[in-house]
C-alpha cells in the first residue's frame, strides 16, 4: 500500500474530527450560558465541554499534526521551501494559540 495516500488520509480523518470538534464546542457553550441558573444541566455542560475538548479535540488536533509531519517527511522536506507551505503552518500555529488561549 503506498504510505503516502494512507498517511494522507488518516491526516484528513484528523482534521476532520478536529474541525467538527470546533464547529461542536460554541454551541456546547451556548446550551451552557443557557443554562446556567441550573446548576445539574451547567455541571453536565461542563463535562461535555472537557470530554470534547481533551478526548476529541485535542487527539485529533495532535494526529492532524503528526500525520502532517509525515506527510511532508514522506514527501521530502525541501517542500518545506514553498510558500503555500510556510504559510499554511503559520496559519495553523497561530490558531492553535489563539485557541488555546481562550482555555487559560
Do not use: Q
Not at 73 to 100: A, C, H, P, Q, Y
Amino acid at each position: 500500500m503506498n504510505s503516502y495516500l494512507l498517511f494522507k488520509s488518516l491526516h484528513l480523518i484528523a482534521v476532520i474530527s478536529w474541525m467538527a470538534g470546533l464547529l461542536y464546542l460554541p454551541r456546547i457553550l451556548v446550551y451552557h450560558v443557557e443554562n446556567i441558573d441550573n446548576k445539574v444541566s451547567s455541571s453536565i455542560f461542563k463535562t461535555m465541554e472537557r470530554k470534547l475538548f481533551y478526548f476529541i479535540m485535542m487527539p485529533a488536533m495532535i494526529l492532524s499534526w503528526i500525520f502532517g509531519l509525515i506527510l511532508i517527511s514522506v514527501i521530502g522536506f525541501d517542500v518545506i521551501l514553498t510558500l503555500w507551505l510556510k504559510l499554511k503552518l503559520i496559519l495553523i500555529t497561530e490558531m492553535k494559540n489563539r485557541f488555546l488561549s481562550i482555555w487559560e
